[in-house]
C-alpha cells in the first residue's frame, strides 16, 4: 500500500506485536517497543502460583527492573531478556517479598562475566546492607555496584537519560515505600518525504524542519512547517504503584499514564485487613486508574487467599473497565 502511495521511496514494512516501522532510503521512524514483563505478581507469603513482585521494563532500548524478588533470576531466564542489557533497578521497600533476589543475581551477574555498571536505586536504607552483602558474599565480583539512595518521602527524578526519565512516587505503607514513574521524553516530529522530495529540499535540512523550520523554494514560496512533518509519536508512560494503601489524590501522580500496575492485594471481602497493613484492594486500584484516566490497569500483588484472582478482576471492572490481572510471564504493551 504504502510503495503505491510513494512510488518513488524505496520502503520496507515490518510489522510486530509492538506497532508498524517504516524505513526508507533516506529517512526512518519508528514506534519503539515498551514492554513490561511480569515475573512475579504474589504477595508476601510464598506459593506454588505465585512469584514474589518483580517486572522488567524494555523501553528505548534499554532494560530496566522493579524490585527483585526472591527467584527474580531465575524468571528473568524464563522471559529471555537478555541477563546482559538490564542497567538498573529500582527498589520500591525493603520488605523481602520485594527485595531479597538482589544480592543473588547481582552475584549471579559475575559468574557469568558481567563487566557493565549495574546501577540500583533504592531507599536509603539499603544502602548499607547491600554493601555488607557484597563485601560478605561475592569476591572478584568483576563489574560495579552503584547505589543511589531515593528519598521515598518525595517525587523527584531518580534516572535520566536522552530517551526517557524516571521519578518516585511517594506511597504509604508499614515502612518506607515509593512506586515508579518511567515516561518517554516528548520525540520530534516525523519528516514526510513525498513533500522532501516534491520540494527537492536536501536531507541536510531534515534536523532544522524537525526543530520546526519553514522551508522557501528557490521561487522565494514558504512551505510551512506542518506541511513537511506529521506528528511525533504520542509519549507513553508506566507507573508502578507497588505496596500503598489506597490514597485518594494517588491520581494526580500519574495523571493521563498510558498503563498503571497498582497493588490489588485484597478483595472488598478484606477491606479492614488492607486499611489494617496498608495495602489496597483491586476496587481501590481502579478508582486510581479511573481518575487518573490511565490507558489501562495491571492488577497484582495478590494474597495468597486467593486460589483465583478473577473475583479481584470483576471488582476492579466494575469501576475501570480496561483492567487485567497480571500473570508470570504475560508481556504488556505499554
Known sequence: VFKSLLPSIKTTMWIGLCG??????????????????????GSALPTLRHNASSQVVEVREKVLMLDCAEGT??????CRVRFNKLSHV????????????LIGMISTFGLLGRTAKLHVHAPKELGEELDRQ?????????????FYPVDTTQRQVVYEDRSITVESIPLIHRMPCC????????AQPHIRRDMMDAYQIPNSQINNIKCGADWTTPDGDVIPN???????DPIRSYAY????????????????????????TY??????????????????????????????????????????????????????????????????DV
Not at 179 to 186: A, H, Q, R, T, V
Not at 241 to 264: A, F, M, N
Not at 269 to 280: M, R, T, V, W
Request: aromatic share 12%.
Open 73 to 78: 533470576q531465575m524468571q528473568l531466564r524464563k
Open 267 to 332: 478483595g472488598d471481602d478484606h477491606l479492614p485487613q488492607a486499611e489494617k497493613y496498608c495495602h489496597s484492594t483491586a476496587r481501590q486500584a481502579a478508582m486510581v486508574a479511573r481518575d487518573a484516566r490511565a490507558g489501562k490497569l495491571l492488577l497484582g500483588h495478590y494474597s495468597s487467599r486467593y486460589e483465583d484472582e478473577t473475583v479481584l478482576l470483576n471488582q476492579a471492572k466494575e469501576v475501570f473497565e480496561n483492567s487485567f490481572l497480571t500473570n508470570e510471564m504475560d508481556v504488556f
Open 241 to 264: 504503584l507497588s505496596d500503598t494503601r489506597y490514597i485518594p489524590d494517588l491520581w494526580q501522580q500519574v495523571k493521563g499514564v498510558s498503563t498503571l500496575y497498582h497493588e490489588s
Open 20 to 41: 508498524v516501522e517504516f524505513y526508507s532510503k533516506h529517512n526512518y521512524c519508528v514506534l519503539e517497543p515498551f514492554k513490561v514483563h511480569i515475573l512475579g505478581c
Open 226 to 232: 506542518e506541511r513537511l512533518v506529521t506528528p511525533a
Open 90 to 101: 529500582f527498589i520500591t521497600h525493603l520488605h523481602g517479598d520485594h527485595c531479597f533476589g
Open 179 to 186: 512506586g515508579y514513574l518511567i515516561s518517554e521524553k516528548p
Open 134 to 146: 557484597l563485601k560478605f558474599y561475592t569476591h572478584d565480583l568483576g563489574y560495579e555496584v552503584v
